[in-house]
């Protein structure tokens, strides 16, 4: 079983996307930020990881990056529920249900708004060093599904104490630090984040 590429048409626009697919009902959509793409994810071995847990892991260039036609409908940057609204059409496109959505960054708000939005389709999210989130504050306490704060004990870019608001505001959430990581924990900590995220899964 190997990654692969795929295109898929979503509202008369060319998605890319990657993909690890076990065939089974269990589903990963890992998103990237506004700096990166899905080869973010390529680069740590990402969907070949989660997919031998038994998950088919899927992995979309946001329209507007990497291979992904632009699409004002969608502009995930300024509006989470653009980027929500995406991930629903994106999994509807798939057939995709029982899905757990890995937010890094600036997209952490569209994983946490999906979450609060569609809640039949998304299982968990899973955000890490969050921007975008402040967005939604006033909607982060409607969140009763499990979700997972991986912070970097050096982010300088958002500070910890945001993620421990965040932790505050969701009842159902688990904050993990992670020392000597930056903003970008998956890529500076790969093993001690999929630990955490294998560990969270198990334990849902």
Known sequence: MEVKENKVDIGGKSVYYISYERGNMRNFILLHDSTTTSNSWAGIDALRKIGQWGFNVYAPDFPGFGNSEANDSYNFGSSPSKGALFIKDFAESLFLSSINVVGPSVSAGVALKSLIDYPELINSSIIIGGLGVDHILNELNRIDKPVLILWGSLDNVVP?????????????????????????????????????????????
């Open 160 to 204: 910890v104490s945001h993620g421990l608001r965040y932790h505050d505001l969701i009842p159902s959430s688990t904050f993990v630090k992670i020392n000597g990581a930056g903003h970008c924990v998956q890529i500076e900590k790969p093993d001690i984040f999929f630990n955490n995220i294998k560990k969270f899964i198990t334990n849902l």
